[in-house]
């Protein structure tokens, strides 16, 4: 078999935690996000990976040459918001390695090539309009509560848009969507515009469910993961605390339901 | 009956294909979102309709959408996830978790009362319970490939 050199694994470490810590970021389980790293040392020529994760970081060791030779990085990971384009190239990146028999080189260079998949901006406001007026129809909201959903939710896409274009941090981005998504959805109640306020009030802030953390954080408990899954856990939580206090701002300005 | 149906499928289909796009899904995985919300809501619809509970129904729902797909990400080799939690979003329960805040808003201001104390709890109860069925129905179908027999090294 063949020798690896202390600095060729280091570099090999350093392609594979650059490839965990995308997908770390940009949300994948993280049963994946270690299959990927093995399976990327595999076809490196590496003996074994092996990783711990906690949300804030990733921790990761190769070991090489008959597990005599062990190089150990450490890198921080800053969640971003959810793009599961980067994560299905990282994964696609993966497989061709392990078919062509590429080498670090590759790693690096396909990492560098990876573009996020953006729609275009106008069509996902619409259809995230389109999408929350559709979940007013599902919980049984009339024929205007369907519109005017579709106008709350949409501004409040594009709030979103243009919160996350100057990169502010999802609870701050969280909160104001909510509070522009209520403050429409609730003058449509003043001015008693539908019979079903309250279908609108919560379908026009479901663009805010945190469904990724959520699920992801039981996946990864449930895989053996209990540390990532806390820690999703309580992002989920922080996000629909959020939500939350963006609600009752746009509620207690508004003076209703109590306020 | 049938048009019924097929109506709340479609408008199933259409918030797992918006948030496809809030999470960048690749372009050719959109269709398959699309289908997997139809498919968990109506197969919830179909169970509430054979007089199963709401809770039950929407765990069984989540574990049919991810046995399908399981088969999916085999064939195009794409992350389960990105199929499964677009599909799931039409099963989200929005109007209790929502209805729950305005409850703890209300006990806030016009003081506790038990009516209130009731609405809170069911709402929060069936919230959680909900989401937590959406969660293990979906790891259900990929925690039964996994078994303990890693060899003693």
Known sequence: ?259 | MITEYILNAIFAAIPALGFAMVFNVPKHALIYCAFGGAIAYTSRIILQDLNVPLELATFLASTIIGIVALYWSRKFIIPRPVYTIASIIPLLPGTFAFSAIINLIEMNAHGVTPELINLFIENGLKTIIILGGIGLGLAFPSLYNIRYNRAIS
């Open chain 1, 1 to 259: 078999m063949k020798k690896i050199t202390y600095e060729e694994q280091t570099k090999i470490t350093r392609a594979i935690i650059k490839a965990a810590v995308l997908m770390l970021e940009f949300g994948a389980e993280s049963k994946l996000i270690e299959e990927t790293a093995q399976r990327l040392g595999n076809a490196l020529g590496i003996d074994s990976v092996e990783m711990s994760l906690i949300p804030s970081a990733i921790v990761l060791s190769t070991l090489s040459n008959n597990q005599t030779q062990s190089v150990t990085t450490t890198r921080r990971a800053h969640h971003k918001p959810i793009n599961m384009s980067i994560v299905c190239d990282v994964q696609k990146m993966c497989h061709n390695i392990e078919k062509e028999k590429q080498d670090v080189d590759f790693i690096f260079k396909a990492l560098k090539e990876i573009q996020p998949n953006y729609y275009n901006r106008w069509l996902v406001m619409f259809m995230v309009g389109l999408s929350c007026a559709s979940f007013a129809y599902l919980t049984g909201g009339d024929i205007s509560a369907f519109f005017i959903t579709f106008i709350a939710s949409t501004l409040a896409m594009f709030t979103r848009q243009e919160l996350a274009k100057r990169k502010f941090v999802m609870i701050i981005t969280f909160a104001f969507t909510a509070f522009v998504a209520t403050i429409v959805a609730g003058l449509s109640q003043i001015y008693e515009l539908s019979s079903t306020p309250n279908v609108i009030l919560s379908a026009s802030v479901i663009l805010l469910a945190p469904g990724f953390p959520f699920v992801n954080s039981v996946l990864d408990a449930v895989k053996g993961y209990l540390a990532m899954g806390w820690g999703r856990w309580m992002q989920a939580v922080l996000l629909t605390v959020a939500t939350s206090i963006g609600i009752i701002l746009a509620l207690a300005l508004l003076s209703l339901k109590g306020w």
